[in-house]
């Protein structure tokens, strides 16, 4: 039983993140249109950068909440290592296939572990 609740830790934290991540982007797209556009483009205007920050403000969230799904569903810090891995190399993925400021990509690698650890650490 033990070991389920650590694999089901794991499953729920992806699905929180990834979930909320496509929630939040929806949300920002139907407010902000042009910013489903903002990954096409080679250049960014000072709105396109206030649009990236906002993206990257949702996806910190999403990590929270998802680090919060991982310690409600009982797992241990190592779960929330492992979500951790797993999300940086999806962002990593989607940032080797994407137009990119490099800026943005390394802020939202460099901000997934903490802000998940930061969700384990809230009630």
Same mark, same amino acid.
């Given at each position: 039983? *033990? ?7 794991? #499953? ?8 909320? =991540?496509?929630?939040?982007?929806? #949300?920002?797209?139907? &407010? ?9 483009? *080679? ?11 906002? /993206? !990257? #403000?949702?996806?910190?969230? =999403?990590?929270? &909440?998802?680090? *919060?799904?991982? =310690? ?11 979500? =951790?891995?797993?999300?940086? !190399? ?26 998940? *650890?930061?969700?384990? /650490?809230?009630?």
């Amino acid at each position: 039983m *033990m070991k389920l609740n650590k694999i089901l830790s794991v #499953i729920a934290g992806i699905v929180t993140i990834g979930l909320l =991540s496509s929630v939040f982007a929806k #949300i920002q797209g139907a &407010l902000f249109p042009a910013s489903l556009e903002l990954f096409d483009r *080679m250049s960014w205007s000072f709105s396109d950068n206030i649009q990236l920050v906002l /993206k !990257l #403000i949702c996806v910190y969230s =999403s990590c929270i &909440l998802g680090g *919060m799904a991982i =310690s409600f569903c009982g797992g241990a810090s190592r779960q929330h290592y492992i979500v =951790s891995g797993a999300i940086m !190399l999806v962002v990593g993925w989607l940032w080797l296939n994407t137009a990119h400021p490099v800026w943005f990509w390394a802020l939202l690698i460099a901000g997934i572990l903490p802000f998940i *650890m930061i969700g384990n /650490k809230l009630p």
